[in-house]
């Protein structure tokens, strides 16, 4: 079983950044893509950024040029870059790990507890 942690999430106001980072329990990370994902209250789980081993990566269209996704396989973590955040970026934010790429909730079997990030404007 491949148990996730994220950390990171808070309350900010408009226009500031937030890193989130996810500890995966496998020492085998580098074999898993991985993903960040969110939910705002009264909405479906959404994709924000994926990214495989050999570090190709997804983008919602919506935090392109403001999230950045990364992985670390050496403290198998993967990290959620924010900047310039909106209130329309506030959810709960959940880390994935799968056993191939996809860039949908759905293709992910591990999954994080989730850190709540609110953005004020």
């Known amino acids: 079983q491949v148990h996730l942690v994220e950390s990171g999430g808070g309350l900010v106001q408009a226009g500031s950044s937030l890193r989130l980072s996810c500890v995966v329990s496998?020492?085998?990370?580098?074999?898993?893509?991985l993903g960040w994902f969110r939910r705002a209250p009264g909405k479906e789980t959404e994709t924000v950024a994926t990214i495989d081993y050999r570090n190709t990566r997804y983008y919602k269209d919506a935090v392109k040029g403001r999230f950045t996704i990364s992985r670390d396989n050496a403290k198998n973590t993967v990290f959620l870059q924010m900047n310039n955040l909106k209130p329309e970026d506030t959810a709960i934010y959940s880390c994935a790990a799968g056993k191939t790429f996809a860039i949908t909730p759905g293709g992910y079997q591990y999954w994080g507890q989730g850190t709540q990030v609110t953005v004020s404007s």
């Open positions: 496998d020492d085998t990370l580098k074999n898993y893509a």
